[in-house]
């Protein structure tokens, strides 16, 4: 039964917390990767995981691996580095790289891993760490659907919704396009607040008529209500730098297709522009700040 095969994580930080949390929680035999950042490790050892040291011990003690890593090179580093997933994995391990990464360094893993007999499933994730907390994270899958079916009560244990893609490859396709999607959004949200607070409309009128219509998302109310309502910029957890690594990502990959990325680029320089100004470790509704700057203009109530 799956329930009784031995599962490790690599990356047990604001994401990779919740997802160990509840696998553990749910029955699942946990190995965890020890790192400086004692505070999450300790809290799964609490509950039943057991700390290694390495990722070569991790995945002697694991049937299936997965990464939550912050991107390709971390992925690349964790499979294959010193003392690497991927040295010591025994044919039949399933590696499920929940990291948003490139598609090309996807299929590298993929070929390279199945020469050992083991799989490379890509199925990166969407929502936010409360989601993950709470076992309610979305994934989408991209495996032949044998693996899908095996490995599903694995992703039940920490996720709400399960979308399987397609076959190997099309999780990381369609987490990218969902990410372009997103940032588009939120760009476009702080760049229509400094056109408001410049033009001097009222921004709780803007709020108001987008809430109502066919244009509001969730996304806007993350930003633009929640500043309205306290101030807060930090209702959607998820950095600058990290949105502008899945950018640069996706717009690799409309590259390598020869499929024109107009929009893609514009966000994504959108975000680098954030960065340059010294807002990448904050959170994507930050963007607002930086239009701030960028335009001369006052936008978040401060008091």
Do not use: W
Request: aromatic share 4%.
């Amino acid at each position: 039964m799956i329930a009784k095969q031995r599962i490790g994580i690599v990356g047990a930080g604001m994401m990779g917390h919740g997802i160990a949390k509840n696998l553990v929680e749910k029955g699942f035999p946990l190995a965890v990767r020890g790192h400086r950042n004692r505070a999450p490790i300790d809290d799964l050892v609490g509950r039943g995981a057991t700390e290694v040291k390495t990722n070569a011990d991790l995945a002697r003690a694991s049937d299936i691996v997965i990464l939550c890593v912050t991107g390709a090179p971390q992925v690349e580093e964790v499979m294959f580095g010193p003392e690497g997933v991927a040295g010591a994995a025994r044919p039949g391990t399933i590696v499920v790289d929940t990291s948003t990464s490139e598609p090309a360094t996807t299929a590298k893993m993929r070929e390279a891993l199945a020469k050992q007999d083991v799989r490379f499933v890509d199925a990166p994730l969407a929502r936010t760490p409360v989601e993950a907390e709470q076992g309610r994270l979305n994934t989408m899958v991209g495996a032949d659907d044998a693996t899908f079916a095996e490995l599903k009560p694995v992703f039940a244990a920490y996720c709400e919704n399960i979308v399987h893609a397609g076959p190997p490859g099309h999780g990381i396709v369609l987490k990218l396009i969902n990410n372009f999607i997103a940032q588009a959004i939120c760009t476009a949200t702080a760049e229509a607040l400094a056109t408001a607070a410049k033009s001097g409309l009222s921004i709780r009128k803007l709020h108001e008529v987008i809430s109502a219509g066919a244009v509001n998302s969730g996304l806007f109310q993350m930003i633009v209500g929640r500043m309205l309502e306290d101030g807060d910029l930090a209702g959607l957890k998820f950095t600058i730098v990290n949105a502008t690594k899945d950018l640069r990502y996706y717009t690799h990959f409309t590259e390598s297709m020869m499929i024109p990325s107009v929009m893609g680029e514009a966000v994504h320089q959108s975000l680098v522009t954030a960065n340059a100004l010294g807002f990448g470790d904050k959170y994507v509704p930050s963007l607002v700040e930086a239009q701030e700057k960028l335009a001369g203009v006052t936008i978040v109530p401060r008091k």
